[in-house]
């Protein structure tokens, strides 16, 4: 993950003049800007035990660039169940690269120049570890302060503060988990949402904070 920080943080004084109620004077602007790469996804199925060892972390077959795979705010990876019964849940290209036993028991994903489908039983999937990029971070905070003289020992500070300037939305925690929980619903199409991520603590809705100290 690469990290970015310009300065940390930043501080410009401009030279203070005589003025009206020293409003010209004692001014200082602060900002702190953060850009970080995407965190890996890591793909994997903590359910299935598809290899037979019992740990609970198979990895599937993944066929083609996974620089297509793009995580999504709203929506999982598209999921195909393989059930014959019901139109729209195949995928042509899923059965390129698995059996329909495993397709129909497991299902698989598929996108644009990409397929994910279960190992046959027993095997191991060559899915490589953390292969996909979550969503990158950005965000710029900011403050503004004035310092008035009060007495020669007394000053009074008034500061602004705002975060996530910008107004962008950060998301971290993107899932990778591949696993089928729902085995009790009659057509199995609920599935969890690989790749959609939750919300970021930095960086999340633009506020202000105006405190006064002395």
Known sequence: MCVIALPSPATYEPRSKPGYAQL?????FNSIFTAESGEPINFFD???DISGTAEYDDRWNLH??????????????????????YPGTINTACEQYASYDQLYNFGCYAGQEWVITPPEPGQFGTTGRDVVRGPDFVSLDFSVTKTFTLRERLNMELRGEFFNVLNRPNFAGTSGDLYNWFYETPRRQEKPCPAIPRWRKPGTPQTLRPPIRS
């Open 24 to 28: 010209l004077s004692r001014w200082r």
């Open 46 to 48: 903590d359910g299935d």
């Open 64 to 85: 083609g660039n996974p620089k297509n795979i793009h995580w999504s705010r709203s929506k999982g990876l598209p999921w195909y169940e393989f059930n014959s019964d």
